[in-house]
T-cell receptor, first 114, second 111 residues
Framework: AQSVTQPDIHITVSEGASLELRCNYSYGATPYLFWYVQSPGQGLQLLLKYFSGDTLVQGIKGFEAEFKRSQSSFNLRKPSVHWSDAAEYFCAVGAGNTGNQFYFGTGTSLTVIP | DGGITQSPKYLFRKEGQNVTLSCEQNLNHDAMYWYRQDPGQGLRLIYYSQIVNDFQKGDIAEGYSVSREKKESFPLTVTSAQKNPTAFYLC??????????FGPGTRLLVL
């Protein structure tokens, strides 16, 4: 069965520090992978996606993620965090063979300290 | 402006009452989805529809119903059978094997 694990429920970083949010997935075929960000009381905004090709993908707001098939991981990174990055981050895998059904992780809450 | 709209932003339900959440998209997407979000549980799929007049149950469909009479619209009804309806409800749309785009959400509260 498809699943997504985000092992870190909550992360605190200082403004200007680097960030890495972890995501591991379980899926039999080549996955479609996504990272979304959610501000309190809002919908989800797409940060970046991986379908195929280059395993390092760039997204909006200076985020990037690397697909590592051998580790079943799709970790999100940012070299220098801004206070406005404080939000909830969700990793998702798209099970394309079953009609574009998505499976979401439980999210990582990011706090940024000034 | 292209996008997904959800209404209302807040909805209050009385005991035994059915309530309907609206979701409209003008992105010309074939597929639409309803998710429920509870603290610490991520997003759970309630129903999804890949084409008009067709929809499938997701992981937590009990106590909910949907219809898809138009491509642009995918309303969700929370029935009285749903005993714990308090949550944040998110609607999304997308095309097959492509990104899902989300609406701003509706928060449902029980009086």
């Amino acid at each position: 069965a498809q699943s997504v694990t985000q092992p870190d429920i909550h992360i605190t970083v200082s403004e200007g520090a680097s960030l890495e949010l972890r995501c591991n997935y379980s899926y039999g075929a080549t996955p479609y992978l996504f990272w979304y960000v959610q501000s309190p009381g809002q919908g989800l905004q797409l940060l970046l996606k991986y379908f195929s090709g280059d395993t390092l993908v760039q997204g909006i707001k200076g985020f990037e993620a690397e697909f590592k098939r051998s580790q079943s991981s799709f970790n999100l990174r940012k070299p220098s965090v801004h206070w406005s990055d404080a939000a909830e981050y969700f990793c998702a895998v798209g099970a394309g063979n079953t009609g574009n059904q998505f499976y979401f992780g439980t999210g990582t809450s990011l706090t940024v300290i000034p | 402006d292209g996008g997904i709209t959800q209404s209302p932003k807040y909805l209050f339900r009385k005991e035994g009452q059915n309530v309907t959440l609206s979701c409209e998209q003008n992105l010309n997407h074939d597929a639409m989805y309803w998710y429920r979000q509870d603290p610490g549980q991520g997003l759970r799929l309630i129903y999804y529809s890949q084409i008009v007049n067709d929809f499938q149950k997701g992981d937590i469909a009990e106590g909910y119903s949907v219809s898809r009479e138009k491509k642009e619209s995918f309303p969700l009804t929370v029935t009285s059978a749903q005993k714990n309806p308090t949550a944040f409800y998110l609607c999304a749309s997308g095309t097959f094997r492509e990104t899902q785009y989300f609406g701003p959400g509706t928060r449902l509260l029980v009086l």
